[in-house]
């Protein structure tokens, strides 16, 4: 009897097995799919409701976004100390801006005219962009990548108005820069820095005058901005020397990097891209210990940040100091607020200092301006909501400011 039940004995326990088999397969296969679910559907959210127009990942702008943000957070955040770092920013240089802005709003509407994609940037982050470089006074900027010249028009203005013969290096895959017309944007500003290092007055030296500013526009221009056409991956590295005449040939990239006083990144936005600014520009500047003040555009276009940025800051190791940002849908509406409520105090106490600002002759706010631009009217008339302070958004408006700014 034993001997005969031992079969039927075998053939339950392998049915058993089998069943067994099947049912931790078929558990695998949930629990797998319930992570997945998890991962895309119950992802963290953000502790506000978003402003209108904004999400956690959906907009486009600035590549991939990351799956996470906890290389960022909580230190991108625009907290009491940055607030009132930027309201000292405006009432230090809200003259200028006030001086800066019709001109750039008629760049702006140039450009877009042309193509709808030029000029993506929008105006706190470029404000806080040149005044940081007014605050550095430094003698080299780096930019990547400037395209058809809007970001630059920024960059030079600060460093014509620092002097001292300071200059921008932009670094482009092509050139799209209009420099006539770039170089009639700036020409009210060529001859308004100091004494440069050549001992003349205002930017261009004394080989130059305000008559050599306006018959040869771009000829000035070109003491304050060269562009490097090519990867900058392989140009950055010895070009800066030789156009600056500073040690002449060097290939040796931390002093590459090391001579830029301010960096401005606003180029491929991808992941791996994002890797090398990091390792190869953002750490070598770090390592320097410089206190090089940098950003890095299009980070958040969402309340989660951009690939680019996140391996980008993952590449220097230990977290920047003075990481922030002023993007609107990162944020939120609160915090936002306190930025622009910063901004107009600051420009309050600059108001007292503002007087004869007009718009290049024919801009108009309702269309594209005419060529040929020259100061005439009234500007502030326009654009001072109640309260008499310039309103964010009288530039250009729509990519909600998502400049990531750190210090290296």
């Not at 944007?185 to 004394?206: T, Y």
């Not at 901005?225 to 140009?235: C, F």
């Not at 990239?253 to 990097?257: D, E, R």
């Given at each position: 009897d ?6 039927g ?10 069943r ?9 296969v949930?629990?797998v ?21 904004c ?13 996470s ?27 200028e801006?006030a ?9 702006c ?22 005044m ?23 960059l ?6 620092n ?21 009639q ?22 080989q ?16 304050l ?11 950055f590295?010895?070009?800066?020397a030789?156009?600056?005449?500073e ?5 040796d ?5 090391a ?13 791996p ?20 003040p ?14 680019e ?17 002023v ?5 939120g509406?609160?915090?936002w ?10 420009l ?10 007009g ?22 008339a326009r654009q ?25």
């Open positions: 034993n001997e005969m039940e031992r079969p004995r075998s053939r339950r326990c392998g049915r058993i097995r089998r067994e088999t099947m049912f931790m397969g078929l558990l695998i949930l629990l799919t319930w992570h997945l679910a998890l991962g895309r559907y119950l992802e963290p959210s953000a502790p506000y409701v978003l402003p209108q127009s999400s956690l990942r959906t907009n486009q702008g600035g590549g991939t976004v990351a799956r943000d906890r290389d960022l957070t909580p230190y991108e955040l625009a907290d009491e100390e940055v607030l009132t770092g930027l309201e000292r920013l405006y009432a230090r240089y809200g003259e801006l001086r800066l802005r019709p001109r750039a709003r008629h760049l509407t140039t450009l877009r005219a042309r193509d709808p994609s030029y000029c993506a940037s929008d105006d706190v982050e470029s404000e806080i962009t040149y940081r470089i007014r605050e550095a006074n430094v003698s080299s900027v780096l930019e990547l990548a400037p395209r058809a010249g809007y970001s630059t028009f920024f030079v203005a600060a460093q014509a108005m002097g001292a013969g300071g200059h921008v290096h932009s670094y482009d895959l092509e050139d799209l820069i209009d420099r006539p017309l770039l170089a944007a700036l020409s009210p500003l060529l001859a308004a820095g100091g004494d440069d290092h050549r001992g003349g007055s205002g930017v261009v030296g004394e130059h005058d305000l008559a050599d500013i306006k018959s040869a526009p771009v000829a000035a221009l070109a003491y901005h060269t562009l490097h056409v090519g990867d900058a991956r392989d140009l590295i010895a070009s800066p030789e156009s600056a005449g040690a002449a040939g060097s290939t990239a931390q002093a590459g990097v001579r830029f006083g301010y960096i401005f990144l606003d180029a491929e936005h991808s992941g891209f994002g890797r090398w600014l990091g390792e190869a520009i953002l750490a070598v500047a770090q390592r320097a210990g410089q206190r090089i940098a950003s890095i555009h299009d980070v958040y276009h969402n309340y989660f940040p951009s690939e940025g996140v391996e980008a800051v993952r590449a220097l190791g230990k977290a920047p100091r003075g990481l922030f940002t993007a609107r849908c990162r944020l509406d609160v915090r607020r306190q930025v622009l409520d910063a901004r107009n105090r600051g309050v106490k600059a108001a007292a200092k503002i007087s004869g600002v718009l290049p002759s024919g801009a108009d706010e309702s269309g594209p301006p005419q060529d040929n631009p020259d100061n005439g009217g009234d500007d502030l001072r909501p109640p309260g008499g302070v310039p309103a964010a958004g009288s530039m250009h408006t729509g990519l909600g400011n998502p400049t990531l700014f750190l210090e290296l």
